[in-house]
């Protein structure tokens, strides 16, 4: 008589124990076309609320600052943004909306570039797996425009 044993693979099930990591840090590159303008920010990022037996998996506050150019100027943007995260596995999607406070460094001056607004937001998604260590999310936003990051959750 034969017999085998053979090892499978398979997506691995996160039990309910796991939970993100309450911190985030990444950094984000982000351009908008328009008036030809890209940004890199720094970005930290805490979960304030959890829902676990929702599709609503967080609430979480993010600050961030970084510099920005565009055609004939060039600042430094900061900004917070409250945001919430859906989805239950490593798969979400964000949305978020705050204040931003942008210097110009060319005029020497406080000052809101779009519309006289100082609004942020973004739509975007999100990969960071229940447990996981980094995250990576992609998406469009203000003042990130079109944009990606990468960082770590700990």
């Not at 967080?58 to 150019?69: E, N």
């Not at 409250?82 to 490593?90: I, N, P």
Request: proline residues 5%; aromatic residues 16%; charged residues 15%.
């Amino acid at each position: 008589m034969l017999s085998f044993a053979i090892d499978g693979l398979c997506q691995t099930k996160y039990p309910a124990t796991y939970t993100l990591k309450k911190n985030s840090f990444y950094l984000t590159a982000g351009a908008y076309p328009e008036g030809l303008y890209g940004n890199i920010t720094g970005n930290f990022e805490r979960i304030i609320a959890e829902f676990p037996k929702s599709f609503f998996q967080a609430f979480q506050v993010r600050i961030g600052g970084g510099p920005w150019v565009a055609w004939l100027a060039e600042g430094i943007n900061f900004f917070s943004v409250a945001s919430l995260l859906m989805g239950r596995s490593g798969s979400h999607l964000e949305t978020g909306m705050g204040v931003l406070f942008t210097y110009r460094t060319d005029r020497k001056q406080w000052d809101p570039i779009v519309n006289d607004k100082h609004i942020a937001g973004n739509i975007g998604y999100r990969f960071q797996r229940p447990g996981g260590k980094f995250v990576l999310r992609g998406g469009l936003g203000w003042p990130e425009g079109y944009y990606l990051s990468l960082g770590i959750c700990f």
